[in-house]
């Protein structure tokens, strides 16, 4: 589990693995599979579709997990969603669907990654060569890069550009205090070669230095509760396990963003409000008092910060982030 990919999607894809391994490390913990239909002709018209659907997850936690089958319970429930009164496509995908719930917190927590990330200030270098050949430019090459490692490299026929715009990204960040060298290389037409080169110096910042500086920092931590039904902004009770870990980071210097959405399925203005009223029922959860004007909270409504194509993407942007920003002493 630790090793996992830090996207939503590659972890979701993942679930029952997740949900197995757990299970093997609490032999103590139950789960309990509900499998439910749609509303079209065919999924109506299929007798036992719904235990069906939970019985082929059963299958894979025992045959693939070795997770004994007394251990999981499965059973039906006949509305998941109530796609009769939106009528849409996208709900009726959703209901055809298989919910986990168990009686052990440890086998559906939420997956905490931690990582460190790395920035450059500024994001971008530019390279303004000035080349001056009689005989013409027959070929060019830019290298940019630290010691023996090229970052970047760029090269061509003819007339050399005017200049070179190298956005780096995180592959392409100095790992070094090493100055950072470019170098230009060019042949002309009459095979004379001629290299110029220029060097930037490069300061790495890391937490540690920046504590004995006394230069300012932040620890931000980032939560995500996933857990809103359709249409629904009440908290579950998995959400307020989640919001205890929550509390556990904030201190009193911290600052706290909290910001709602929704999928695209429903009215765009009836689903700001609704993005809304879910951030605020964190805050109210969070701090046990009513929001004011002048707290961190937004609604933003529809998002696609998920894939609204896919029904697992629907139900991820249902969601409210919780940021909380706190200076390191």
């Known amino acids: 589990i630790e090793n996992l990919p830090p996207s939503t999607m590659d972890i979701y894809s993942e679930l029952l693995n997740i949900v197995g391994k757990r299970m093997q490390l609490h032999p103590e913990a139950d789960i309990t599979l509900t499998g439910s239909i749609g509303y079209t002709a065919p999924e109506q018209n299929y007798p036992g579709l719904a235990a069906l ?14 997770i004994d089958p007394r251990r999981i319970a499965v059973t039906t429930a006949p509305v998941i969603i109530d796609t009769t009164s939106f009528d849409r496509p996208d709900l009726e995908q959703e209901a055809r ?12 927590k939420p997956i905490t990654i931690q990582e460190i990330k ?4 500024p994001p971008a270098v530019k390279f303004i ?7 013409g430019v027959a070929e060019w090459t830019l290298v940019a890069g630290q ?4 970052l970047v490299a760029r090269q061509g026929r003819g007339k050399v550009p005017l200049d070179f715009l190298w956005k780096m990204d995180r592959t392409q960040l100095p790992k070094t205090e090493q100055p950072l060298r470019a170098s230009l290389t060019v042949t002309d037409n009459a095979d004379q070669t001629r290299q110029a080169s220029a060097s930037i110096p490069v300061r790495q910042l890391t937490l540690k230095k920046k504590v004995e500086q006394r230069i300012g920092n932040m620890r931000i931590d980032q939560y995500r509760l996933l857990l809103f039904d359709f ?22 210097f911290s600052r706290v963003i909290v910001k709602g959405y929704t999928d695209r399925v429903g009215n765009w203005e009836y689903n700001k409000n609704l993005s809304r009223e879910r951030a605020e029922n964190v805050w109210r959860a969070l701090f046990g008092m ?7 909270i ?6 696609e910060l998920y894939d609204n194509d896919r029904p697992e993407g629907r139900f991820f942007c249902r969601t409210v982030f919780i940021v909380v920003q706190t200076p390191v002493q």
């Open 53 to 66: 659907r939970a019985e082929e997850v059963r299958e894979y936690l025992v045959k693939t997990c070795r």
């Open 97 to 108: 669907r298989v919910v986990i719930s168990s009686n052990e917190f440890e086998i559906l």
């Open 118 to 121: 790395r920035t450059i200030n």
């Open 129 to 135: 060569p000035e080349v001056h050949s009689q005989a």
């Open 147 to 150: 010691g023996t490692n090229a």
């Open 231 to 252: 249409d629904r902004a009440e908290l579950s009770p998995l959400n307020q396990k989640i919001l205890e870990m929550v509390r556990a980071s904030i201190t009193p």
């Open 290 to 296: 009513e929001p004011s004007e002048n707290d961190d």
């Open 298 to 303: 937004k609604g933003f409504g529809q998002t």
